[in-house]
């Protein structure tokens, strides 16, 4: 048999083969069997110089038609095949339009952050601004302006965070240094009234830290919302009326109010503030334990002293000032035993709210 011959049955075969493959994997299999490198028409082309100079032209002419030939075969049913795995996979992968869609779930706020933004809103809707102070805080402002002697308890180790130990050169108490994590949102009251002039109506809300161990009721960072009013005429009603509205703005109109006599080196006459129990409405039980009224607040009228260092005329002005924390009044309200469940982001809990 000739080699045109041979080469006229390798077409053959060739195309045979390429149209009975099922698939592109089986028809490149194919593709490589004839035309790659080790593939056998390859082989006869090698085989060309092997033959004489007459048969050479003939021999390359139909070795190239042959060639010609696969390629064509391969490219269409490359096609057809490409065209029906497409079409396979249409059909697979069909959208039912009528399935319903996949829910995502919606976030919301944090329990803090929805007190804090509440009580924030109270006080804008009787007119306060809302002011801002840094964390970490100098002394001066966290304690000597707030009328708080150098042995005064509140200064002791165990209450406050010292953000420089400057034992032995300037601190009046081993460990104590001038630069601190504020311990209450009170030293804003001292910025505002050093920048400002009366009349002051301002809401500072932020973060404040204490050397505290997190136990139920205690947490070593929490959220405080201070408020400062400076006004001629300014007196404890303004005070009472002004915390009595709050506190029914927060936890509803039939909750009453009480003042007991407190001290705060900064305000004179202070007070605590104490709502009455929302669980059995001040007859006493086990949330509020047994006295029928919770804890809130501390506040006072503004202590002459704290004018003093402010800059502000004492004889012309006067004013009241109040601190809250924002986790407990989201613990009194909630019925929330342990603070630190605001804290331990478990979703079970923070979804309730
Ligand atoms: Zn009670």
Not at 236 to 244: A, S
Request: proline content about 6%; hydrophobic content about 40%; charged content about 25%.
């Amino acid at each position: 048999m000739g080699i045109t011959d041979e080469l006229q049955q390798l077409r053959q075969r060739g195309v045979e083969a390429i149209s009975a493959a099922p698939d592109l994997a089986s028809l490149d299999a194919v593709r490589v069997e004839y035309l790659g490198k080790k593939g056998s028409l390859t082989a006869i082309l090698r085989g060309l110089g092997g033959l004489s100079a007459e048969e050479r032209p003939l021999v390359g002419r139909v070795s190239n038609e042959v060639r010609v030939a696969l390629e064509e075969a391969l490219a269409v049913r490359q096609a057809d095949l490409a065209a029906s795995a497409l079409e396979a996979r249409i059909g697979a992968e069909t959208i039912d339009v009528t399935l319903p869609g996949r829910a995502h779930p919606v976030g919301s706020r944090h329990l803090i952050e929805q007190i804090r933004t509440e009580v924030i809103d109270i006080f804008l809707g009787l007119g306060y601004k809302i002011a801002e102070g840094p964390e970490v805080e100098l002394d001066y402002y966290n304690f000597t302006a707030l009328n708080t002697p150098p042995d005064h308890p509140a200064r002791s180790l165990q209450d406050t965070f010292y953000v420089r130990d400057l034992s032995g050169e300037q601190a009046d108490i081993e460990g104590e240094s001038d630069v601190l994590l504020r311990t209450h949102t009170s030293p804003v009251q001292v910025r505002v009234m050093e920048k400002s002039e009366p009349p002051i109506y301002v809401l500072a809300p932020g973060k404040v830290y204490r050397r505290d161990i997190a136990d139920p009721s205690h947490l070593p960072q929490f959220t405080q919302i201070e408020g400062l009013v400076v006004d001629e005429g300014i007196t404890f009603g303004d005070l009472k009326g002004t915390l009595d509205h709050v506190c029914k703005a927060i936890f509803g109109p039939d909750r009453r109010t009480r003042f007991r006599p407190h001290f705060f080196p900064f305000t004179e006459p202070s007070a605590e503030v104490d709502v009455s129990c929302g669980i059995c409405d001040g007859k006493g039980c086990r949330f509020c334990k047994g006295s029928g009224w919770l804890e809130i607040l501390g506040c006072g009228m503004v202590d002459p002293n704290v004018f003093g260092y402010a800059g502000i005329d004492p004889e012309r002005y006067s004013g009241f000032a109040f601190g809250m924390g924002v986790e407990r009044i989201a613990a009194l309200k909630y019925n929330i035993p342990d603070l630190r469940m605001l804290l331990e982001g478990d979703m079970r809990f923070l979804r309730q709210f």
